[in-house]
């Protein structure tokens, strides 16, 4: 996001500069990816007539926010115009509030982009405007601020994680030529984002027939040190899992989570032993109960779910409408009709379901290329 | 394109500074389209230490060049530094050679990004630098250079049209619903797009399935206006196009062209009248000899033809390796395997024909998102 013109950032009564300059700050803020959450993305930046003086972005979960880091580069702030993707917080959490650091700098002004989500009373903007200081925003709308900070603005009321869907895709809407088999559709680049991508959550969820045919590690392996590695979570209805799964067996990785039908249940947690945590859900429309597992994976403190597929399980999950985000590789690569399909019929066969699926989703965020694939993000309408 | 490294504009010795305004150049030249060929389109900066002082791009074919109109826009280009998305030419055509006029205007350096094509002796480059002028270029591919400026570096040994396909598909890979009706797939900045896309071109084909469901008009209907209008061309093996068609009878338009089998020729030619010029090609695999009739556009002295589907025509060109390039629309929608699959069979019926189709392709223009639309620009291998 670049936020280049007035238009795109929202903000009547805002220069080019200073919607560059909140780009910028979003930009930074991304840099966050897999080290604050729960905590927000944000990013700041220090100026003086348009010109950045100082950048910083929120590191890690518990340290100092963005503002403050960004006051740090700059010996003395007094008369600078700050700049920060989200609104100052006015609460003491882990840190002290933003607001006092930026009060006692002395900054003249303060621009930002999103809205503290449920501050409606007034959070860090109208505090700094009534001591004073020019305080500028939000500007755009909160589902733009939700595509660039998915877990922070996430319904709690869903009581379910945030879902998203990760596929790659051919042009002709494959995701391999046959089942059962590994397959690389897409490239280097795309696999190394896909890294990325993972690390910002807490747990990766695979169905059954995905795990039984790639055997995939499920960890991260990329430029991204998650701060907290997610947890692998495989659905196993006809508990055939084993122990030699490299998601399950990979040394120093969290430990998995299997879910399987009741009836299964025993008998796979003593053939997994410690290797994973074994949990029965009702079993529902050829597989299990997604809505039980997701519920069950909120009680274990899992806020953030991303499921790597395959397209059966994951054209259930957009059928019930448990999907919050989809994350779709396009590979310029045909398949032919009798590979299998990305988006099969959902539970229950009715071949409609999957077609009202994507109604009200919007594509907020600017599709990037990856080598030779491209990453188009959707996003669930609010 | 931004070229917003040294990396991207493949210029070893460059600076970030040169890079970012080699990239403005290309961007500027990027306004040319639909109203400079068959010219390529070039843009170019004046820059004194980094900073723009003028910038222009080549407007309209047989106008002035780019360099010599961004010179036109500084009183004084001593010593100044002259960015250009090609080499400067050194040919006397419609118009003086740039080199002379940045000889003249006593630049201190010119940098350039692609080379001229069919220029190995040396074109401007070689010419400025034997003048003492600093000349920096060509840098980065062929490959990327001709994704810029398609036409311009289309290889004239194919003897036929340069030949992109536009297809507009779901996330199923599917084109419509169902055979035979209007759908519209996509959002209106999409379609505003297509018309952008449009206006570059010398022809638009569709085939009888597209004109028969659609009906469609094939003019340019957006913000540029193109200098030459494209000329609508339909395939009609069965002799039943009709004079109300939109594409034949819209008024002002340059005159259609049909192409038919030599056995409805003359009918077909009594029907339409002076509404179009019909030729006969022959019969080929289910619909007309596809070679046949890029030839013959080639000597109509149409040089660029964009294909608008259906999906049977163009998977027959894909097939046939008829194809430069693809203007993939994918809208966040699915349609269900009930729907028009956008890539059917080849021609011949072999499954595997299209699978192979896309080996060697690339994309090398950054995917740009149209409302909730993603347009993928894909371009065939040398």
Redesign the interface.
């Known amino acids: 996001m670049s936020l280049a013109s007035p238009a795109e950032c929202g903000g009547a009564g805002l220069s080019d500069v200073d919607c560059r300059l909140l780009g910028r700050a979003v930009e930074l803020g991304r840099l966050g990816w897999g080290r604050v959450h729960p905590n927000p993305m944000v990013g700041a930046v220090v100026a003086r007539e348009g010109r950045v003086v100082a950048e910083a972005h929120h590191e890690v979960f518990g340290g100092p926010h963005a503002e403050v880091l960004a006051l740090h580069g700059v010996g003395d702030a007094r008369g600078a115009t700050v700049y920060s993707s989200l609104e100052p917080c006015s609460h003491r959490g882990k840190t002290p509030p933003c607001t006092e650091a930026l009060l006692k700098a002395g900054v003249a002004r303060v621009v930002y982009w999103a809205g503290e989500p449920g501050d409606a009373a007034g959070g860090g903007g109208a505090w700094l405007a009534r001591r004073g200081l020019q305080a500028d925003g939000p500007f755009g709308e909160r589902a733009d601020w939700a595509a660039e900070n998915p877990f922070f603005f996430h319904a709690p009321e869903l009581r379910r994680p945030y879902v998203a869907l990760k596929l790659a ?6 995701i391999a030529p046959r089942e059962g088999r590994r397959f690389w559709l897409t490239g280097p680049e795309a696999r190394a984002e896909v890294h990325r991508v993972r690390a910002g959550f807490d747990a990766v969820l695979v169905g059954s027939r995905t795990w039984e045919a790639d055997d995939p590690q499920l960890t991260v392996r990329g430029e991204i040190e998650p701060r907290v590695a997610p947890v692998p979570v495989l659905l196993d209805r006809s508990g055939r899992a084993d122990p030699g799964l490299r998601a399950l067996s990979g040394e120093g990785g969290p430990r998995g989570i299997v879910f399987t039908c009741p009836g299964e249940a025993r008998g796979l947690a003593r053939r997994l032993g410690d290797l994973a945590d074994v949990a029965a859900v009702p079993a529902a429309q050829g597989g299990l109960d997604l809505v039980a597992i997701l519920q069950s994976l909120n009680e274990c403190g899992i806020a953030t779910v991303l499921c790597e597929g395959g397209g059966t399980l994951g054209s259930a999950l957009l059928a019930l409408d448990l999907v919050d985000r989809l994350y ?1 590789f ?1 590979a ?7 590979g299998v ?3 099969p ?1 959902g539970p229950g066969g009715d ?2 379901s ?2 009202r ?2 109604r009200g ?3 907020r965020l ?4 990856f ?4 990453l ?1 993000v ?1 996003d669930r309408g609010a």
């Open positions: 895709v051919s042009l002709d809407g494959r779709l396009l310029p690569v045909l398949i032919g009709a009798s399909p990305a988006f019929r071949p409609e999957l077609v699926v994507f989703w919007r594509s600017a599709p990037v290329r080598g030779n694939d491209t188009v959707l």
